[in-house]
Every structure is written in structure tokens, then in C-alpha cells.
T-cell receptor, first 114, second 113 residues
Framework: AQSVTQPDIHITVSEGASLELRCNYSYGATPYLFWYVQSPGQGLQLLLKYFSGDTLVQGIKGFEAEFKRSQSSFNLRKPSVHWSDAAEYFCAVGDQGGSEKLVFGKGTKLTVNP | EAGVTQSPTHLIKTRGQQATLRCSPISGHTSVYWYQQALGLGLQFLLWYDEGEERNRGNFPPRFSGRQFPNYSSELNVNALELEDSALYLC????????????FGPGTRLTVT
């Protein structure tokens, strides 16, 4: 069965610093990968997705992620974090291209210090 | 373009009662998904509806059920509520054909007392 691991439960960075959130997946077929962000008490907002092609994908809010098949990873990065980026971030793998269920990691909570 | 909408925002019920949660997908989307986000359990897939049919369900008891209407909106019903059903219930929609991303609504916070 597919699974997603986000090794870091909580990360704290200073505003302006770079950010990398880790995600490892286990999936037998070609993975369809997603990153979502959730502010407290809110729904999930799609940051970016990987279906195929270029392994470096660009998303909204200045985020990017790199798919590395050899490492089964899909890490999220941002060169300079803003205070408004403080939220919880979820990595997910889509069953059957995302048209069926999504399997989520446990999430990484990001705190941004001024 | 309007996003996924859910109602109500908050719902407070007593153990043993029934809860009904509603979801309207993005215009043009035929698939609706329900997820439960309970404290300590993360996001778990509940149900998937497409073209009015239940296509898949997660590892939840039968008292969790739902339906999808001809206009593709959906209802989630939870019968015989238990305290551990307290959670944020998220609805998502997609075009329903792979590959496609899911877009989420703001959620319904269900509290069972």
C-alpha cells in the first residue's frame, strides 16, 4: 500500500531564510505527488503537483519541489521564507493519478521567527 | 470561479445523534472526495463519489455514508455519532479523470459531546 513520510513534525526558520521540507513516498507505480498547505482551522490549498516530465516543479507563493525517483522523495523548497508562510504543510501521493484517493503524510508544522 | 464550498462551518452534536455535512464542488468537477482530519490521526480518506456513484471508501465503519446528487454536490452522513468522530471533515473535488488534482473546501468542524 502506498504511504507518505514527512520526517519533520515541526520546523522553525527565521524570516528570509531558506526552507526545505522533506517528503518520502512509497508507491509501486508512477507516483503522482502533491504538496498542500493548511492554515489553522482552514482547508487545504494546493501548492504544486508532479505528474510527469520535468522533475523540478514550480508552484504558487514561490515554492518549488523536486521529484527524485531514486530517493523516493519529493521535497518542498522556498529560497526565502515570509512570516505568512507559517502553516502546516502536507505531502500527498495520489492513487491512480490523483483521480482516486490521496494518501497524506502526517504534516510538517512551520513556524517563522521574525 | 467559486471554489469548493462546505456547510455548515461548525456542527455540534450529541453522542448517538446523526450529522449531515454538505459539499458543493467546483463547477465542472464531477468527482467529490471526503476526508477526515482528526487530532493525532492526520488526514484520512473517507469516500469518493463520481458521476453519482460511490467509487471507493476508506477504512471507516458503515455508519459513515453519503451520496452525490445530479448536480454533483454531495452529502456526508454520520450515524450513531461517537466522541471520536469529532474532527474536521474536508471535502475536495476534481475533474475525475487522471491525472487530476483535488481542490479542497474550508471544512466542517464536527464536535460530538
Amino acid at each position: 500500500a502506498q504511504s507518505v513520510t514527512q520526517p519533520d513534525i515541526h520546523i522553525t526558520v527565521s524570516e528570509g531564510a531558506s526552507l526545505e521540507l522533506r517528503c518520502n513516498y512509497s508507491y509501486g507505480a508512477t507516483p503522482y505527488l502533491f504538496w498542500y498547505v493548511q492554515s489553522p482551522g482552514q482547508g487545504l490549498q494546493l501548492l504544486l503537483k508532479y505528474f510527469s516530465g520535468d522533475t523540478l516543479v514550480q508552484g504558487i507563493k514561490g515554492f518549488e519541489a523536486e521529484f527524485k525517483r531514486s530517493q523516493s522523495s519529493f521535497n518542498l523548497r522556498k529560497p526565502s521564507v515570509h512570516w505568512s508562510d507559517a502553516a502546516e504543510y502536507f505531502c500527498a501521493v495520489g492513487d491512480q493519478g490523483g483521480s482516486e484517493k490521496l494518501v497524506f503524510g502526517k504534516g510538517t508544522k512551520l513556524t517563522v521567527n521574525p | 470561479e467559486a471554489g469548493v464550498t462546505q456547510s455548515p462551518t461548525h456542527l455540534i452534536k450529541t453522542r448517538g445523534q446523526q450529522a449531515t455535512l454538505r459539499c458543493s464542488p467546483i463547477s465542472g468537477h464531477t468527482s467529490v472526495y471526503w476526508y477526515q482530519q482528526a487530532l493525532g490521526l492526520g488526514l484520512q480518506f473517507l469516500l469518493w463519489y463520481d458521476e453519482g456513484e460511490e467509487r471507493n471508501r476508506g477504512n471507516f465503519p458503515p455508519r459513515f455514508s453519503g451520496r452525490q446528487f445530479p448536480n454533483y454536490s454531495s452529502e456526508l452522513n454520520v450515524n450513531a455519532l461517537e466522541l471520536e468522530d469529532s474532527a474536521l471533515y474536508l471535502c475536495a473535488s476534481s475533474l475525475g479523470r487522471a491525472p487530476s488534482e483535488q481542490y479542497f473546501g474550508p471544512g466542517t468542524r464536527l464536535t460530538v459531546t
